[in-house]
Every structure is written in C-alpha cells, then in structure tokens.
C-alpha cells in the first residue's frame, strides 16, 4: 500500500518562499511520474504540477510558471516543490501523488497559508 507524506508547509508572507517535501513509500517511486496537487479553501482540489519518472518533462499550471519548481531525486523517493513568489491565493493543502492522481491513497498534505 503506498504511503505519501507530505511536508514542509506553513505561514509566509506574500512574496515569500516555502520548499514542500513529498517521501514516498510502498511503491517503485523511480517508475512513476508524479504531481504536486493543491486544495485552496472551499474548492476541488487541482494540478499544480507534474515531472515525469527521470525529471525530463515537466508540466505547470498557468498560475504558477516561473515561480515555483519540481523536482524529485529518486535515490530518496522524494519530490520537492520549490515555491517562490508566493501570492494569497497560492494558499491551499498541497499534496503529492502519481501524475494523473491514480492512487486511491492520498496523504494528509501540507498546509501552505499566505497573507498579504
């Protein structure tokens, strides 16, 4: 059964920079692409980004090009999200899972609050 656990979160004022941590077990992680997923307060959760299984494609959303960063490191199971640039509405859960969000497990996410 695969295990998320998500980390890193926490309060930052407008522009500034949080780094999120996403360990993985109970899966191959080096054959999966992955995705960093958010839920901002009272909305569906949503796609922030996604890297494929060696990091050689990477997708973001709109909102958050040229300010945040994916990255994994497959020695250690891990994916990261590098956030600067942070804005009030980049508040959410974020959470990690495969790309597409296949797995029926998710974490308990990482809180990431912004004020202005």
């Known amino acids: 059964q695969v295990q998320l656990v998500e980390s890193g979160g926490g309060l930052v004022q407008a522009g500034g920079s949080l780094r999120l941590s996403c360990v993985v077990s109970g899966r191959t992680f080096s054959r999966y692409a992955m995705g960093w997923f958010r839920q901002p307060p009272g909305k569906e959760r949503e796609l922030v980004a996604t890297?494929?299984?060696?990091?050689?494609?990477?997708y973001y959303r709109d909102s958050v090009k040229g300010r945040f960063t994916i990255s994994r490191d497959n020695t250690k199971s891990t994916m990261y999200l590098q956030m600067n640039s942070l804005k009030p509405e980049d508040t959410a859960v974020y959470y990690c899972?495969?790309?597409?969000?296949?797995?029926?497990?998710w974490g308990q996410g990482t809180q990431v609050t912004v004020s202005s």
């Open positions: 890297i494929s299984k060696r990091g050689e494609s990477i």
């Open positions: 899972n495969e790309g597409s969000g296949s797995w029926g497990s």
